[in-house]
T-cell receptor, first 115, second 110 residues
Framework: AQSVTQPDIHITVSEGASLELRCNYS??????LFWYVQSPGQGLQLLLK??????LVQGIKGFEAEFKRSQSSFNLRKPSVHWSDAAEYFC?????????????FGTGTRLTIIP | NAGVTQTPKFQVLKTGQSMTLQCAQD?????MYWYRQDPGMGLRLIYY???????DKGEVPNGYNVSRLNKREFSLRLESAAPSQTSVYFC?????????FGPGTRLTVL
């Protein structure tokens, strides 16, 4: 069964500082990987996704993530955070085989931005 | 959000009451999903539907039923609500290999 671990429950970063959110997955085949963001009281918005090819993927709002198969990781990064980035971030994994459409989510990382 | 709408936005129930959460998409996509979100637990899949007329259990289906009578709508029913079902419920559809989420329904069971 697939699983996702987000080891950091809560991270606090100063505005303008760099950010890295960790995500480790477990899956026996080639995974599809996603990062979603959820602002308070809102639904989930897709930040970026990895299916295949270049292991460094760019997303919206200046975010990027790197797929490292050897480490089973898909960490999210941003060079300089803005106060509007304060939100909860979820990593998710799905199976890259036709017909299996389920996503498994991590427990999330809450990001706080301080001035 | 790829045109996913949910009603109601908020609901308070008493233990034992029943209700149906509605989800609709305005696009002609096959797959739809129901998740619940609880603090510290992320999103967990309750049921999903790969196409009209078909449904399958997810990770936490107990206490819920679903109905996919047409391609557009996918409803989630609580027959006898319990306090453990207090949660935020999200519906999603699938566009290609991506899932898009509705705004959610916040349900409280007293």
């Amino acid at each position: 069964a697939q699983s996702v671990t987000q080891p950091d429950i809560h991270i606090t970063v100063s505005e303008g500082a760099s950010l890295e959110l960790r995500c480790n997955y477990s899956y026996g085949a080639t995974p599809y990987l996603f990062w979603y963001v959820q602002s308070p009281g809102q639904g989930l918005q897709l930040l970026l996704k990895y299916f295949s090819g270049d292991t460094l993927v760019q997303g919206i709002k200046g975010f990027e993530a790197e797929f490292k198969r050897s480490q089973s990781s898909f960490n999210l990064r941003k060079p300089s955070v803005h106060w509007s980035d304060a939100a909860e971030y979820f990593c998710a994994v799905g199976a890259a085989n036709f017909g299996n459409e389920k996503l498994t989510f991590g427990t999330g990382t809450r990001l706080t931005i301080i001035p | 959000n790829a045109g996913v709408t949910q009603t109601p936005k908020f609901q308070v129930l008493k233990t034992g009451q029943s209700m149906t959460l509605q989800c609709a998409q305005d696009m002609n996509h096959n797959s739809m999903y129901w998740y619940r979100q609880d603090p510290g637990m992320g999103l967990r899949l309750i049921y999903y539907s790969a196409s009209e007329g078909t449904t399958d259990k997810g990770e936490v289906p107990n206490g819920y039923n679903v109905s996919r009578l047409n391609k557009r709508e996918f409803s989630l029913r609580l027959e006898s609500a319990a306090p453990s079902q207090t949660s935020v419920y999200f519906c999603a559809n699938r566009v290609g290999n991506e899932q898009f989420f509705g705004p959610g329904t916040r349900l409280t069971v007293l």
